[in-house]
């Protein structure tokens, strides 16, 4: 995810205070230095790490940690805080009728985000609409037209019609029965004049309640003057970061939000419409420092097993935990797990597992481990219904004849049996425990947010603090 880099150098950071219980002069001039290094290389502002830098210093200086918390922890309760101050609220967008213009320069993720967003208001229960008033970029009408075609919503659109302003207006009388419009506005290359008039006719023709503006990750330094710009012109009530799925360095975005005065609205997180995400400080930052978002997590583990019981009805995942568990059942847990998104994503998220832990591993770990998975779901479509359902009654010979038919080696198919074995044998774990066994289970899981000692900075709704 963008910004790992940056995750990863404050946690090398802070991670050389291990085992000091008190912070010298020394100290904290060190890590502070070593945390505007990592800032300023994610192109955030130096103003605003200066800003930040200094914040972080004061405090750590001042304030004396309560009993029995380590430097580390001290520091890391201070870095977090100061950050989440930083990157501020989340842009408030209430679930009820509404239209949002969305504005940015071309190949900043604008029409992506549109499907994305109207997928997410679908979600929860409201009828979106999208409008696509881009009649200078070839292809976005297609485009556009697909996407809302994935997600399932209204679009509307004039492929030909070349004036942006006369189809905003018919598309706004056109899906009149949508409850939130979300226009895509015509991006350029650069902040051209004609952009900036043409995006204030159209803010005129719609009135919308929320203008959005949409930015690559990859932005940079830049992303200050096209903020400015825009700001200026319609006035920006919220900024959508796209490509977090890419390498880029994302300070860039960050600036532009202290720039317009705005916040973060949305999170665009991969190619397909599912990947978008409303933007939640304490949970963003959190990952951000390797100590999970567990309501995040949740949120996807209930969409994407929601999603996978809609298309098997019969299946019901709370029966798992109280008779047998086949192969099936394991096959209808990874076909969710596909759903809630890329497998390097879900291990952030996760108290413990993400940021350090994955700091140690290779980089291609989640790509063997993704690979992995995919070879199992050929080696279970090549069984046979009774396989399926009775995976212990598979022996020799039929381990070669699914080795044949799925072209999969038989240590494989063997791995694929032993994974299901133990996952059985821990489902039943789970099935014997009570409810104060479970609550004691999921407290443990949260006090190994950050390793180290921790207590009880997992992450979560309230953030790691909270």
Known sequence: MVLDDLGSSL??????LQGKSRLSKEDV????????????????EVALVMDLSKSIKKRALEEEPPGGTTARDHILKIVYEEMVELVGDSTEIPLEPQTIMLAGLQGSGKTTTAAKMAWWFSKKGLRPAVIQTDTFRPGAYDQAKQMCERAEVEFYGDPDEEDPVKIAREGMEATDDADVHIVDTAGRHALESDLIDEIEEIEEAVNPELNLLVL???????????AQE???????GGVVITKLDGTAKGGG????????????????????????????????ISRLLGMGDLKQLSERVERAMAETQAEDEDWNPEDIMKGSFTLKDMKRQMDAMNKMGPLDQIMDMIPG????????????????????????????????????????????????RISHGSGKDEETIRELLEQHK???????????????????MMKKLENQGGGGGMGGM????LGPFG
Do not use: H
């Not at 001039?29 to 955030?44: P, Y």
């Not at 825009?230 to 920006?236: A, R």
């Open 29 to 44: 001039e060190e890590i502070v230095k070593e945390i505007q290094r990592s800032l300023l290389q994610a192109d955030v």
């Open 458 to 461: 997992g992450g979560g709704g």
């Open 216 to 226: 690559d990750a990859a932005i940079g330094q830049g992303a200050k003057k096209q």
């Open 422 to 440: 133990m996952m059985e044998r821990t489902l039943k774990q789970f099935g014997n425990m009570g409810d104060g066994d479970m609550k004691r």
């Open 353 to 400: 597992l993400g940021g350090g832990l994955m700091d140690q591993l290779p980089d291609d770990a989640m790509d063997v481990t993704q690979n992995r998975m995919r070879s199992f779901e050929v080696i279970m479509d090549s069984m046979t219904e009774s396989e399926m359902e009775n995976p212990r009654s598979i022996g020799a010979s039929q381990i070669q």
């Open 230 to 236: 825009f700001d200026n012109s319609i006035g920006i």
């Open 11 to 16: 946690r090398g950071s802070l991670n050389k």
């Open 253 to 284: 975005a960050l600036t532009a939000v202290n720039e317009t005065g705005s916040s973060i609205s949305f999170l665009g997180t991969g190619e397909t419409v599912q990947d978008i995400e409303r933007f939640e400080p304490n949970g963003f």
